[in-house]
C-alpha cells in the first residue's frame, strides 16, 4: 500500500574545480548548496486519475500518459516507474525549487532527484543515492546531451565529492571548513551550448585543449589534497588558476570576469566562475573578515544575488 503522501528535498551544488574537463575524464569537486533546494511532493489522487506532474516555478503541469518522451520531468517518472517495476500510480508530484534555473547551480538535477526520491518513496521504496544518481543522469543527458555525470552524484549523495567521470564516487574529507561566496551574475547559462562549443574546439585543437584539461586536472588533485588536509591558504590560488584556464578554454565573459576582479579586490583569498559558464556563477573563497565587503563588490558589480554557503565535513 502506498502512504497517502510522500516527500524529499535535494539541494544544489557549485562546483568547485574542474568544470569542463571533467567531461573528459579530469577529476572535479564539486559541493552541495543547502541554501537552496528543490522539494517534491508525491499525493494520493482519485482511482483513474494518473500521475500528475505540476512544476508551477516551471509553469508546467503535465499528464505522464500524454508527456512527451524528452519531457524531463515526465522522463524522470517514467524512468522510476521502469526502474521499480512499478505501473504508474494514481497521484499528483508538487514540485518547487528556490534553486535558480540555468545558473550553474544544479536545478536540473535537484528537481530530478527529488521527484525521482518523493516517487519512489510513494510506491514504497527509500532508493539509495547510488540509484537516484543513475536515473537522474539518464535525465541529464535531456537536459545537455552529453553530462559528465557530476551533477547527479553530488545533488543525489548530498555529500562534497572528487568525481571522475565512469568511476565510483569518492567522498571528500574536508580537513577544516571554509566559506564560499556564490555571486549569481543572472545571466543564464546554457550548458549543452557551451559544452558542445568546447568539444568543437577540442576537436579541431586537440592537443592544446587536452593540455589544458590536464593541468586543470591536476589543479582538482592538489585543491582535493589541501581540502583534505585543512589547507584553506592553498585553495585561493588554485581557484585563480582555474579561472584563468576557463577563459583559455572560452568559457568566461566579461561579466564574470568583472566579477571575479572585483570579488579579489575586495578581499576574496581567489575566484572563479563555477560551472559551465558564459553566464550562471562565480565563486569566491571568503574569510569572515572580508565577506561583507565581497559581497557588496559582488552585487555592485552586477551579482544579481549572493548565496552565502560553508563547505564543512559530512558527517
Ligand atoms: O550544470 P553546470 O552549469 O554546473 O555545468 C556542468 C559542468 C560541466 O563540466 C560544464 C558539464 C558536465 O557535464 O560536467
Redesign the pocket.
Known sequence: MSPAEARSSAPG?V?LF???A??YGRP?IAVPVTQVKATAVVKAAPRGSGLTLIASDLKKQIALATAPEDEPLAAAARLTLAHLKAHEPDATVTIRSTIPIAS???S?AAVTTALVRALGGFLGHKLPPAEVSRLVFEV?KIH?G??????NTVVAYGKPVYFVRERAIERLKVGCPFTLLIGDSGIP?P?GK??ARVRRAWQREPAHYDALFDRIGDIADEARQAIEDGDVDALGPLMDENHELLIELGVSSSQLDDLVDAARLAGALGAKL????QG?NVIALVEDDCMSDVETALMETGAVRVICTKVAAAD
Open positions: 551544488k562546483i574542474g568544470e569542463h571533467v567531461v572535479a550553474g547551480l544544479g536540473g541529464e545537455h552529453t553530462p559528465s555525470g557530476i551533477d547559462s550548458t557551451v559544452v563555477s560551472g559551465a559558464g550562471g
